[in-house]
């Protein structure tokens, strides 16, 4: 039952999305919504990024519909926006649903996005917990240092060089190690181990679901973090960035993770960015900082619109091919490109 019934609730959203797409004047073929990390992903492969783009997007469009009715709730309470969505999904009259519809983007258009943070502050976690040896330890990010409260330990993140407690807590927050995983399982469990280091080791600031239009697109999506004048980034990487894994991270992972936090601060109206990411080959946090680049937010949206409207697709590196899930059916992978040199 369960599942019938998640069924039918997907043929409304698609339902729901082509008529958006209508409203919109779209052709219900092109993309309409589309996930700030599909799209910064661009950098990593155009081909996947599109792939990427085209499997999220009813996904992220219930989302934005969701928190288009959320963010203009006082409270922000979701029960409010969870029966209004209710009401679109039941609704069977067109022009009722397009009214619904045109409610949604207006409150996005019509929004105090300062108003906004300021109430998801007040519900901003301050403390995470990790398990070590049957023992609950609680853990505060301070700056660049990690306190971990009950043993009254401070680990500096950007320094690396741990003594026993801190080296054991991000060993086991790294849930293992990544240099003893064979390739395969590491893979797999990568978004997991994201998800836990980005939830205890993350800065803590406030964020939102938030949505912009440029061109045909609506570019959607939640940041790690929203501070006063910037966005914030985590993630977190199975290389070094100090060993032979430095031009990759450097060349592969920052530039995605740099053009993800240039358009959110271009949604966010931010003048800066913060990216961290944190390595679990050497247990050290990485910073880099900087001004939004408006050049690249456009470099992103236009290269991805001429590669959805069918332009020449740049293959990547032929190691990111290996990985990638697409691979049994991209012919874009057949002209990937040798590495120059190891690592990219
Ligand atoms: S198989 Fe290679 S070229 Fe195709 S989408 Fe994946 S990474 Fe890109």
Known sequence: MGKRQHGSSEKRWREILKLEKRRRGISEDRLLIVGVADLANFWWCAQQSLFWARDSELRVFANYVFHGFRLVTPGLYEEPALMMVEMLLKERDERERLRLLKLVDDNYKGLDLDRILREVAKKAEKDAEVEIDGRILRLVREGDKLVILEEGVECDLTKGEHDDVCRK??????????????RESELGSRFKRGDLLHEKLAERHPSIFYAKEWDRYVIAGVPDGIGEDF?????????????????????????????????????????????????????????????????????????????EEGGEILPPVCWKCESCKYRDHCKVKDRCRPSRRQGI
């Open 231 to 307: 966005v914030y980034e985590f993630k977190s990487t199975v290389f070094s960035n100090s060993a032979k894994y430095k031009w990759r991270v450097d060349n592969s992972i920052l530039p995605v993770t740099r053009t993800q936090a240039n358009i959110y601060a271009w949604i966010f109206n931010k003048r800066r960015w913060v990216v961290e990411i944190f390595s679990c080959a050497d247990l050290r946090l990485y910073k880099w900082e900087g001004e939004v680049d408006y050049g690249d937010v456009e470099r992103t949206l236009k290269g991805f619109k001429a590669a």
């Open 169 to 182: 807590v991000l060993r086991a927050l790294c849930a293992r190690s990544p240099e003893h995983a064979s």
